[in-house]
């Protein structure tokens, strides 16, 4: 079945550094990928998406690639701010509405 | 516009209560509604999903029901809670239309089952 593997929390940073979150992907035919930021005290919301290979999904500075030859969809930001602290949670959907979410990868960042 | 409201955002309950979680979306019609679980550690799980009223798909076996009385409204129950039913449960909601790929979530209920 579907399955989607992301890099385990918690990822602590300071301030301006570079933030990678790894994600990687199992499923058949060719899925739409996400990329859903919680903050605290709030509901999941989308924060980037791609929908087939090659495509960049960008927002608020963060950016991940459809890569279909590796099966990925690595979250970056070149800057991170203390606000980007939340729980980020890589997703696919391969048929319909349904979504198959990875584990979540909490960040924290210090100023 | 649109939102979603759950409730409550948290509830601890004992082994062999009764469960009622409740969601409504406002602002929109006909949406499709799902409810999520993520367990402590663990990803997302699609417990229920639903197109229309009284249409409810079930994802896993499990110890939960789910119902949708009315076009935005969406229940997660349990007649009798297990110590596994613990965990951080969401509702969900996305326009009717089968293309459509955005997912709305609530603020989630974290469920203690003591």
């Known amino acids: 079945g579907d399955s989607v593997t992301q890099m385990e929390g918690p990822v602590t940073l300071s301030e301006e550094a570079f933030l990678t979150i790894n994600c990687t992907y199992t499923?058949?035919?060719?899925?739409?990928l996400f990329w859903y930021v919680q903050y605290p005290g709030e509901g999941l919301q989308l924060l980037l998406k791609?929908?087939?290979?090659?495509d960049k999904g960008s927002n608020k500075g963060f950016e991940a690639t459809y890569r279909k030859e590796t099966t990925s969809f690595h979250l970056e930001k070149g800057s991170v701010q203390v606000s980007d602290s939340a729980v980020y949670f890589c997703?696919?959907?391969?048929?319909?509405?349904?979504?198959?979410f990875g584990g979540g990868t909490r960040v924290l960042v210090k100023p | 516009s649109q939102t979603i409201h759950q409730w409550p955002a948290t509830l601890v309950q004992p082994v062999g209560s009764p469960l009622s979680l409740e969601c409504t979306v406002e602002?929109?019609?006909?949406?499709?509604l799902y409810w999520y679980r993520q367990a402590a550690g663990r990803g997302l799980q699609l417990l229920f999903y639903?197109?229309?009223?009284?249409?409810i798909s079930s994802e896993v076996p499990q110890n939960l029901s789910a119902s949708r009385p009315q076009d935005r409204q969406f229940i997660l129950s349990s007649k009798k809670l297990l110590l596994s039913d613990s965990g951080f449960y969401l509702c969900a909601w996305s326009p009717g239309a089968a293309t459509n790929e955005k997912l709305f979530f609530g603020s989630g209920t974290q469920l203690s089952v003591l």
């Open positions: 997703a696919l959907k391969a048929a319909g509405n349904k979504l198959t």
């Open positions: 639903s197109v229309g009223i009284g249409q």
């Open positions: 791609a929908t087939k290979a090659d």
């Open positions: 499923a058949t035919g060719y899925p739409s």
């Open positions: 602002g929109t019609s006909n949406p499709n």
